[in-house]
């Protein structure tokens, strides 16, 4: 059974065969947020986001070799640069065919494919052996998914002692009640699951037997991206009209909404362990 509020996963992958080419258009080949040194640092959305896959790649720190899992792999930038960076063999997945496609593409022509693949696979019910992978990296993937079950699939596919990373949303405060609705209608629109609170991961992570080792609030660095997208979806207006139709156009409208920017939505990243053993020893 599904959790509340937890899209559909054939219905995510439908919404990313009409998104994927706005969000490149609008947002750059990384599906994910920026981050900045402060509100004065002027980097691009290409940089900035860039960045958080370094911030990322460091956090996790795989060793040259390591076997890498890049859960929800968009279009593959993220897993080519963290293998590039680390010298890790990476392993993206995506529940999008045309993602999948598209960042092998990049690969090969990256001549990449000895050390960086990529396949079709549910983030929620994982085609790996327990305990076959390193390390495991989740770059926004959590925003679509049943966190409980792909955590425990996480954790089930890492090895006794590797580290996952994952950023997320985050909320951080309550929602007005005049506002509930307009988010929950964005939230649908971009099939986002609820956002996780403060406290969500560091329970979860109990729950699943990892310790946390970094739980922050990115905030202050990734905020900028809703600005800087919003922009961005105004510049394309026309475009999008154009080119994507009227789902596209509902997509884009919710992408520019002053809900988007309620400071009650935040950015989180987790920095967890799988220990080499269970029971009150642990650690
Ligand atoms: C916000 S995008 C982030 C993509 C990528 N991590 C990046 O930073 O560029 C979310 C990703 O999660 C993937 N995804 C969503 N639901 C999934 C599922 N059930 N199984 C695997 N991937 C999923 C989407 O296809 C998409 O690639």
């Keep these: 059974m599904r959790t509340a509020g937890v899209p559909d996963a054939d219905d995510v992958a439908a919404y990313y065969d009409v998104m994927g080419p706005l969000l490149q258009l609008v947002w750059g080949d990384n599906f994910h947020f920026g981050y900045w040194d402060d509100d004065q640092d002027t980097s691009d959305l290409a940089e900035a986001t860039d960045r958080l896959t370094r911030v990322v790649a460091e956090r996790l720190a795989p060793r040259p070799g390591d076997r890498v899992l890049d859960l929800g792999c968009g279009v593959g930038v993220p897993a080519l640069r963290l293998a590039a960076l680390t010298g890790a063999t990476v392993l993206g997945i995506s529940y999008n065919r045309r993602q999948v496609d598209e960042a092998s593409d990049r690969a090969r022509a990256a001549g990449a494919q000895g050390r960086v693949r990529f396949a079709y696979a549910d983030a929620m019910a994982l085609p790996y052996p327990d305990a076959s992978f390193d390390a495991v990296f989740a770059l926004e993937s959590f925003v679509h998914l049943d966190r409980p079950r792909a955590l425990r699939e996480c954790v089930r596919v890492l090895r006794p002692g590797g580290r996952i990373v994952l950023t997320d949303m985050l909320l951080r405060g309550e929602i007005a009640p005049e506002l509930?609705?307009?988010?929950?209608?964005?939230?649908?629109?971009?099939?986002?699951?609820?956002?996780?609170?403060?406290?969500?991961?560091?329970?979860?992570?109990?729950?699943?037997?990892?310790?946390?080792?970094?739980?922050?609030?990115?905030?202050?660095?990734?905020?900028?991206?809703?600005?800087?997208?919003?922009?961005?979806?105004?510049?394309?207006?026309?475009?999008?009209?154009?080119?994507?139709?009227?789902?596209?156009?509902?997509?884009?409208?919710?992408?520019?909404?002053?809900?988007?920017?309620?400071?009650?939505?935040?950015?989180?990243?987790?920095?967890?362990?799988?220990?080499?053993?269970?029971?009150?020893?642990?650690?």
Aim: glycine share 6%; no cysteine.
């Design 180 to 283: 509930r609705s307009g988010v929950e209608h964005g939230l649908a629109v971009q099939r986002l699951a609820p956002f996780p609170t403060a406290d969500y991961y560091r329970d979860l992570a109990d729950e699943e037997g990892l310790v946390v080792e970094e739980l922050t609030d990115l905030s202050d660095h990734t905020r900028l991206t809703v600005h800087r997208i919003a922009d961005s979806v105004t510049r394309h207006r026309r475009e999008i009209e154009e080119r994507y139709g009227d789902q596209a156009r509902a997509i884009a409208a919710a992408m520019r909404s002053p809900l988007q920017l309620m400071p009650e939505f935040g950015y989180q990243l987790l920095l967890a362990r799988r220990p080499f053993a269970t029971g009150p020893s642990a650690v």
